[in-house]
């Protein structure tokens, strides 16, 4: 079987339209060269499913979650961990109160978030910290003792 | 609601000029306000230390640079929907300000630049006389 690439202006078509696609291979050529790709553009990133994207890691003991909210104070944010073991983080971020002045530009978003993740062990819900600094949030979740690793000893005959 | 509320997009790398040091930089979200009395930009930049935020005011273009200490890859991660790097972002400033008088403050992870302009750029106001 014989495959060729689908041409929109192939065919019986005059040259100057053969000219065109190879012109428009080109240029998504050159932008990809310059991670342009306009669908896959780092200026229009894939974000995730919610609002705050959060970091999870974990060691023996515990469950950390990091989330970045610059701006904020750990009053203006709510977590809970709830018995089916979700965490819900919820907030608000409040825009500055400034002056009379104009705004050139205005990038930074405001406004109230709340996700709700389901932690894939479970962990002892009264002994959940977090603590926010720089705009860092971090929540330290320690494993129940149930879900905690065992190091198994081996022993030799 | 969620799309609108990233905190930070990776630089394309397009209108940067190269980087020597290896990583991903991040190009910080900002606002930026203009009142009678300076220029003040507002800009994401949770996680820094504030010693390793850079700023620089040369011929008329400002940068912001903040450098993170190296990511600890030891980490056992279950999910990572955000990465860490460098922040840096370049500001073309047409307003006539006074680079002697920029200053900056970190809080909560937003880095604050203030840029006060020049005595002649000020507005004044023209009292119009009657009679």
């Given at each position: 079987?014989?495959l060729?690439?689908w041409?929109?202006?192939?065919g019986t078509?005059?040259?100057?339209?053969?000219?065109m696609?190879?012109?428009?291979?080109?240029?998504?050529?050159?932008?990809?060269?310059?991670?342009?790709?306009?669908?896959?553009?780092?200026?229009?990133p894939?974000?995730?499913?919610?609002?705050?994207?959060?970091?999870?890691w974990?060691?023996?003991?515990?469950?950390?979650?990091?989330?970045?909210?610059?701006?904020?104070?750990?009053?203006?944010?709510?977590?809970?961990?709830?018995?089916?073991?979700?965490?819900?983080?919820r907030?608000?971020?409040?825009?500055p109160?400034?002056?009379?002045?104009?705004?050139?530009?205005?990038?930074?978003m405001?406004?109230?978030?709340?996700?709700?993740?389901?932690?894939p062990?479970?962990?002892?819900?009264?002994?959940?910290?977090?603590?926010?600094?720089?705009?860092?949030?971090?929540?330290?979740?320690?494993?129940?003792e149930?879900?905690?690793a065992?190091?198994?000893?081996v022993?030799a005959? | 609601m969620?799309?609108?509320?990233?905190?930070?997009?990776?630089?394309?790398?397009?209108?940067?000029?190269?980087?020597?040091?290896g990583?991903?930089?991040?190009?910080?979200?900002?606002?930026?306000?203009?009142?009678d009395?300076?220029?003040?930009?507002y800009?994401?930049?949770?996680g820094?230390?504030p010693e390793?935020?850079?700023i620089?005011f040369?011929n008329?273009?400002?940068?912001?640079?903040?450098?993170?200490?190296?990511?600890?890859?030891?980490?056992?991660?279950?999910?990572r929907?955000?990465?860490?790097?460098?922040?840096v972002?370049?500001?073309v400033?047409?307003?006539?300000?006074?680079?002697?008088?920029?200053?900056a403050e970190?809080?909560?992870?937003?880095?604050?630049?203030?840029?006060?302009?020049?005595?002649?750029?000020?507005?004044?106001?023209?009292?119009?006389k009657?009679?």
């Amino acid at each position: 079987m014989y495959l060729t690439r689908w041409e929109p202006f192939s065919g019986t078509l005059p040259d100057v339209w053969q000219e065109m696609n190879r012109l428009q291979r080109e240029v998504n050529r050159i932008f990809r060269d310059f991670g342009l790709d306009l669908f896959e553009s780092a200026a229009w990133p894939r974000l995730s499913a919610g609002f705050p994207p959060l970091n999870i890691w974990e060691d023996d003991e515990a469950l950390y979650v990091e989330a970045e909210l610059p701006g904020m104070a750990l009053e203006d944010i709510e977590i809970y961990v709830t018995r089916d073991n979700q965490l819900t983080i919820r907030g608000e971020r409040k825009a500055p109160q400034v002056e009379k002045g104009t705004w050139h530009r205005r990038e930074r978003m405001f406004g109230s978030f709340t996700r709700v993740i389901t932690l894939p062990v479970e962990v002892d819900a009264e002994k959940v910290e977090a603590t926010l600094h720089n705009g860092l949030l971090r929540i330290r979740l320690p494993k129940a003792e149930s879900a905690r690793a065992r190091k198994i000893p081996v022993k030799a005959e | 609601m969620a799309r609108e509320l990233a905190t930070k997009v990776p630089t394309s790398g397009v209108l940067m000029p190269e980087r020597t040091r290896g990583g991903v930089a991040y190009t910080p979200l900002v606002d930026i306000l203009e009142t009678d009395e300076e220029l003040r930009i507002y800009a994401d930049m949770p996680g820094l230390d504030p010693e390793k935020i850079d700023i620089r005011f040369e011929n008329g273009e400002l940068t912001v640079h903040g450098r993170v200490d190296e990511a600890d890859e030891q980490r056992d991660y279950l999910f990572r929907e955000y990465g860490v790097g460098d922040y840096v972002r370049t500001f073309v400033v047409y307003e006539d300000v006074d680079p002697d008088k920029i200053h900056a403050e970190y809080r909560d992870g937003v880095l604050i630049v203030h840029l006060p302009k020049a005595a002649e750029a000020k507005p004044r106001r023209i009292p119009v006389k009657t009679g």
